[in-house]
Structure formats: structure tokens, C-alpha cells
């Protein structure tokens, strides 16, 4: 059947074709001078905090392809900072007396502790940092007394950071601001090597470690109940073996009775 134009003149078929044709190419591939097409998916760009706010599309995004990432309207939630762990308790022995001639005994008569001899008038010094439980300033020992508290004579027992009371007797002297509850450092001077209370006459340290089971009256725990010289003879190496975990034991098995 032929088509016909406006004038009414008649097109052949392949005519009517080849300009049907060429019609949708023009169609497709726009004109000179056209405006571009919308795109099928609109852009999204994350404003920053300066630029001004997008005006909303009111054309709907289609879904987006599968595996496309997009942005999440919900905030991610920040991790919370973890709290520093607390460091470890810092611990540092000192041997007790400050001497280049100085010698102890591994063992001790009647109950653990020891004797470190050196001359009279050397340093005694806090075998680590901690606080003052008890200090003796005056001599009243009585020979041929019983066994006692004033066996000691001048004395100085301190509380370790540790936890372990460290207990030091037969001073000469003790030094001026050394008082209860006065905290001390490693090494500081707290008295001097002597030989009041029942020391035989006999310029020496008498040293004893032992679980702070009573501020003051427990004389028999405080003059010694673990062996010091394996701990003595780290520090004097300048080791830093700590006898805390012994106390510690003791303190369990017998109850604070010596």
C-alpha cells in the first residue's frame, strides 16, 4: 500500500524507509544546540563543612547496582577509648647497709633472720620505698631480761610498697624526721649501725623480714620469719629479688603467729 505526503504526492516504500530511518538516528543523537539528557542515576556528593547545602532531586534515584557501595545516613558509632591499663607496682631492693666491709650470716639462732655485721657508725639504710610502722629511740634493754621486745634496743621497722615489713636493730643512732607514718625511700639513710639492746657487745645489724601483721606488739613476727640471706645476697648484686610472694605465704599457713 502506498504512503502519501502533505502535497498528496506519493513516496515509495524504500523511500518512506531510508527517511524513517534516518529519523530516529536524529531523534536518538539529539540536534545541534539540544540541552543534554537527565542521567539515569543521580551523582551524590558529600558536602563539606563549608559548601552549601544540595538542592534535593525530585527525580527518584533508582537502586543502585548490586556491590555498589553507598553512604549510610546513620553515623558510624565511635569506639570508645580504652582506659590506660595500671602499670605494675615498681619495686627496688636495696641491701640494708651501706659498707665496703659487711658480712652476714646465712642463718640465724632460734628463728629466721640475720645478723650484718659492720662497723659501728655505718649507714642503715630503708632496704625500699615505703612508710615507717615503728621506731625505738630509746634503750631499755636489761641483760639477763627475758626475751623481748627491748632486745632490740634502737630500731626502725618499715612497710615496703611490697607489702612486707622490713625490721632493722641494735642502732647506734637514728636519724632526726625517721617517725611513724614518715614515708622513706629506697637507699635513705634512717639510723646507723650499732650495738644497744642485747647485741653481745657486738657492732652488727640485726635484720628481719616479716608480713606487717600488727602496726606495734608483735615483736615475735617482726624480728623475723622468712630467711633473708638469699634476698640479701641479690641485693648486694645489686638484684632485685623481692621476698614478697614468701611473706605472702607465711602469712597464710601460720596466721600471723610466730
Known amino acids: 500500500m502506498d504512503d502519501f505526503c502533505q502535497d498528496g504526492s506519493v513516496l515509495s516504500l524504500r523511500t518512506l524507509s531510508v527517511l524513517t ?25 558529600v558536602p563539606s563543612q563549608t559548601a552549601a547545602e544540595p538542592v534535593p532531586s525530585t527525580t527518584s534515584p533508582e537502586k543502585a547496582p548490586a556491590g555498589t557501595v553507598t553512604a549510610s545516613a546513620t553515623p558510624k558509632k565511635s569506639t570508645p577509648a580504652q582506659k590506660p591499663k595500671s602499670a605494675p607496682v615498681s619495686v627496688k631492693y636495696v641491701f640494708p647497709v651501706k659498707a665496703s666491709n659487711v658480712a652476714f650470716h646465712p ?23 615505703g612508710v615507717v610502722l615503728e621506731v625505738s629511740r630509746k634503750d631499755e634493754y636489761v641483760k639477763g631480761a627475758p626475751d623481748g621486745p627491748k632486745n632490740g634496743g634502737l630500731s626502725v621497722s618499715i612497710l615496703g610498697d611490697d607489702g612486707v615489713r622490713y625490721y632493722g636493730s641494735h642502732l647506734s643512732k637514728i636519724q632526726s624526721g625517721i617517725k611513724a607514718g614518715v614515708r622513706v625511700k629506697a637507699g635513705q639513710q634512717v639510723g646507723k649501725v650499732g650495738r644497744t639492746g642485747n647485741a653481745n657487745n657486738v657492732c652488727h645489724l640485726h635484720y628481719g623480714i616479716s608480713p606487717p601483721c600488727a602496726k606495734t606488739g608483735d615483736w615475735k613476727v617482726r624480728r623475723g620469719v622468712v630467711w633473708p640471706a638469699t634476698y640479701l645476697t641479690s641485693w648486694r648484686k645489686n638484684g632485685n629479688k623481692s621476698p614478697a610472694a614468701k611473706v605472702a605465704s607465711w602469712k597464710k599457713a601460720h596466721n600471723c603467729k610466730a
Open 21 to 45: 530511518v534516518a529519523a530516529f538516528s536524529l531523534a536518538a543523537c539529539g540536534t545541534p544546540g539540544d540541552s543534554p539528557t537527565a542521567a539515569a542515576t543521580p551523582e551524590f556528593v
Open 107 to 129: 642463718t640465724h639462732s632460734k628463728y629466721p633472720a640475720t645478723d650484718i655485721f659492720a662497723d659501728c657508725g655505718k649507714p642503715a639504710v630503708a632496704t625500699t620505698s
